[in-house]
């Protein structure tokens, strides 16, 4: 008798799990809104800007080493736009959205933008063909690269109810741009309890808040007070914490004009000293080229050579005592610094009511209309593939799962083997891949801005020549703790001069002119004599 039940059991568990997987799919299907693979082309469906800026060549292609095709950037050094509009406007408010696509950068990405424009719905008569840099758009996500930027925009525009107008809100501290040339995943969760979650590759990088000052610059919610634009600060305000001494009165014994090194009146000239034998003589083997014109030329003048006789001996020339410090020298005096009674410090305007202040509980999300690409790049190779938008986490997921990470699975295999052929071993790898996240988050700590270019300028350098990791490391460690130094000691204070000149900028730019141009006319001189001397002895 069981054996005659068997098949029927597997019958009821091979017809559950169908129902089930057909519940997941159709699941699936009720939360993908929008969803883009490129498997077809793109023509009918994108439509190119117009504009005359736009002159990059969008191409459907395979990404490198796979049968599955994306939207390629083609050129080099071009500005690209596309778009699609949606068949109707997504509402972002009061739910979960999922905002997810891939890029690729193929060839690297040293200066240019690989992000998407989630657009608003645009002005009356407004057409895709017109798509350009100043269509409107709710949220722009991605990644950008150039200079001291290397980051995963996420800017929010949202529409002050004061005011009616627009403005643009970035995340503050957002995650770097992954360094290599795999296909990457980026995802961005907006929840309705105003939570936002940023990740790459299905690993979370950044989370924030939208209300949250410290998530958003400016913050969606303005400041309550504003500087009064028309308070101005009083004539006689004072802000001098420190003021010359009045009292004070320079000493009787202070000698402003003592030089500051004298000659040594205790230095002996050395026994041996040739004073009639110059440092250096014409060169006895030289002589004058048969086809060297004088009217043309120049008198010819033999090149000189040290003069053998000097070898020996302590010196050559005219000798002279050497400068020492003067013991005297005390410079040019100043009054010491006292405390100033009339200090009142910084001054500052009055705060006032900010006339756009408001307040909300929740973004006023504009809907999103179309998808569009809006670049400027210094690199082809860029790939775009699978973009998506979904109500629910668990459907990004999905896609992630199931679209990107075979595919990356397959490069990071790929990857190995080309850095064990080249002589890496994995450990050393994936150590490198650990030291460039690690420097590119310590390039976004705002202590560090001033050295932020320098940073990237060392990670970049790392990442085309990784034998020099730990080079670069180190390198970035020193920076670190040189900028702790300054903070924790302090800088150098900066030397005032004696005398201040009264010609300011104008002054030092006309001085920096004229040192130019005498340095000029002396490599004129410089390049003169030495063709006089040696040009017709080189050919």
């Known amino acids: 008798m069981e054996r005659k039940r068997f098949p029927f059991q597997i019958a009821l568990l091979f017809a559950f799990c169908t129902a089930a997987l057909l519940n997941l799919s159709s699941s699936s299907d009720s939360d993908t809104i929008f969803y883009e693979s490129f498997d077809a082309s793109f023509d009918d469906r994108w439509i190119l800007s117009e504009k005359d800026d736009y002159k990059g060549v969008w191409k459907h292609l395979k990404s490198d080493g796979h049968n599955d095709y994306g939207l390629l950037v083609s050129e080099k050094a071009r500005k690209y736009a596309i778009v699609k509009e ?52 709710s949220i722009m996500f991605g990644p950008d690269k150039c200079g001291a930027t290397n980051k995963v925009h996420f800017i929010l525009k ?59 610059d400016p913050p969606i919610i303005p400041a309550k007070t504003i500087p009064d634009p028309d308070d101005k600060k009083p004539e006689d305000w004072d802000e001098r914490a420190k003021i010359p001494d009045p009292a004070a009165v320079k000493p009787d014994d202070w000698d402003e004009d003592a030089p500051m090194e004298i000659e040594d009146e205790e230095a002996v000239k050395p026994e041996g000293w040739m004073d009639d034998e110059p440092e250096e003589i014409d060169d006895p083997d030289a002589s004058k080229p048969e086809d060297w014109d004088d009217d043309e030329d120049g008198e010819w ?10 070898v020996t001996a302590p010196g050559c020339g005219e000798w002279k005592r050497p400068m020492k410090r003067n013991p005297a020298y005390k410079g040019k005096w100043h009054a010491p610094l006292i405390d100033n009674p009339n200090y009142k410090g910084i001054w500052k305007p009055q705060q006032i009511p900010n006339p756009d202040y408001f307040e909300l509980d929740k973004p006023d999300f504009e809907p999103i209309a179309a998808i569009g690409i809006e670049i400027w790049t210094m690199q082809d190779g860029i790939l775009f593939d699978n973009i998506l938008i979904a109500s629910d986490e668990k459907t990004a997921t999905t896609y992630r799962d199931t679209t990107w990470q075979p595919k990356f699975q397959v490069e990071k295999e790929k990857q190995k083997a080309e850095d064990t052929a080249s002589g890496l071993s994995d450990s050393l790898s994936s150590l490198q891949k650990k030291v460039f996240d690690l420097l590119y988050k310590i390039a976004d700590i705002p202590f560090l801005d001033a050295y932020k270019l320098k ?85």
Not at 206 to 214: E, G, M, P, R, V
Not at 301 to 306: L, R, S, T
């Open 301 to 310: 003048e033999a090149p000189k050579i040290d003069n053998p006789k000097c």
């Open 158 to 216: 949202h529409k002050n109810p004061k005011s009616g107008e627009y403005v643009e809100h970035h995340l503050k501290y957002p995650p770097s741009v992954p360094s290599d040339k795999l296909t990457h995943v980026y995802t961005a969760i907006l929840k309705p309890d105003n939570e936002l979650r940023i990740l790459i590759d299905g690993e979370e990088k950044k989370k924030a808040n939208f209300l949250s000052a410290d998530d958003f």
């Open 455 to 539: 940073i990237l300028d060392l990670i970049e350098k790392g990442e085309k020549q990784p034998n020099i990791t730990i080079s670069i490391l180190v390198a970035t460690v020193v920076i670190l703790l040189t900028v702790l130094f300054r903070l924790i000691f302090g800088g150098k204070k900066t030397v005032k001069p004696a005398e201040t000149s009264n010609l300011g900028d104008a002054g030092t730019s006309q001085t920096q002119e004229c040192s130019e141009e005498r340095e000029q006319e002396n490599d004129k001189e410089d390049t003169t004599a030495a063709r006089r001397r040696s040009i017709r002895r080189e050919t």
């Open 86 to 137: 949606l068949g109707e406007s997504v509402s972002l408010k009061d739910r979960t959205i999922v905002l997810q696509f891939e890029t690729r950068l193929q060839n690297g990405l040293e200066c240019g933008g690989a992000y998407l424009k989630y657009l608003r719905p645009q002005v009356a008569g407004w057409k895709p063909k017109d798509f350009d840099n100043e269509s409107p758009y």
